[in-house]
């Protein structure tokens, strides 16, 4: 199967910047669409950024022109660069991978804690 660790995670001022990387391994063929969930305390997962293998990207309105998503395909690699953060961009940031094969599969990462400081 698929696996998938982010990473890029931590604390960080309004306005800042931080990069979150997902790495996949395991069974990497068929690799799709990946994106970027990100989930604050109380609220569902909600879509950050997507990205297709031919690098088409798709943005939620809360976070346009501030955070870019992109993929490295031989690194199997997606990554989201995320600047002028602010508070309420705080919450467990999820990586996404679609994979298919037999059947569609999605899997997903641990998650990795973003937070941001006012």
């Known amino acids: 199967q698929l696996q998938l660790v982010e990473s890029g995670g931590g604390l960080v001022q309004a306005g800042g910047s931080l990069r979150l990387s997902c790495a996949a391994s395991?069974?990497?063929?068929?690799?799709?669409?990946m994106g970027w969930y990100r989930q604050a305390p109380g609220e569902p997962r909600d879509l950050v950024a997507t990205i297709t293998r031919g690098g088409s990207t798709s943005y939620a309105d809360a976070v346009k022109g501030r955070f870019t998503i992109s993929r490295d395909n031989a690194k199997n690699t997606v990554y989201l660069q995320m600047n002028s953060l602010k508070p309420e961009d705080t919450a467990v940031y999820y990586c996404?991978?679609?994979?298919?094969?037999?059947?569609?599969?999605?899997?997903w990462g641990q998650g990795t804690q973003v937070t941001v400081s006012s």
């Open positions: 996404n991978a679609e994979q298919w094969g037999l059947r569609r599969a999605d899997y």
């Open positions: 395991g069974s990497t063929f068929n690799i799709n669409a």
